[in-house]
Nanobody, 129 residues
Framework: DVQLHASGGGLVQAGGSLRLSCAASGFTFDDYAIGWFRQAPGKEREGVSCISSSDGSTYYADSVKGRFTISSDNAKNTVYLQMNSLKPEDTAVYYC??????????????????????WGQGTLVTVSS
């Protein structure tokens, strides 16, 4: 079974940093796209970032560009989201999600949650002002 385990959330002051991890299992870590989504109370789930294994392409929401960095360690079957210069509006439950053998056009629709077939449990990020 495909499983994703998100971890690394916590409480941090504004301006601080956190690194989220998404450990994947149950599939060969060589043809996938893994995205990070977040959902704040009362808001819809939104795409934050995505990485595609086919060419290493990375994608970011405008709200996190320049502050967040997504990366992968294929030897560890893990995708990371380094979050710097955190703001109170980054507070949310963060989820990682995977699609195996993504369509060639995935890069233009990475931020749609229904593009992904597998979801991990969330990890809570709280940024205090």
């Amino acid at each position: 079974d495909v499983q994703l385990h998100a971890s690394g959330g916590g409480l941090v002051q504004a301006g601080g940093s956190l690194r989220l991890s998404c450990a994947a299992s149950g599939f060969t870590f060589d043809d996938y796209a893994i995205g990070w989504f977040r959902q704040a109370p009362g808001k819809e789930r939104e795409g934050v970032s995505c990485i595609s294994s086919s060419d290493g392409s990375t994608y970011y929401a405008d709200s996190v560009k320049g502050r967040f960095t997504i990366s992968s360690d294929n030897a560890k079957n893990t995708v990371y989201l380094q979050m710097n210069s955190l703001k109170p509006e980054d507070t949310a439950v963060y989820y990682c999600a995977a699609v195996l053998t993504p369509d060639p056009g995935h890069g233009s629709s990475w931020y749609y949650y229904d593009e992904y077939d597998y979801w991990g449990q969330g990890t809570l990020v709280t940024v205090s002002s």
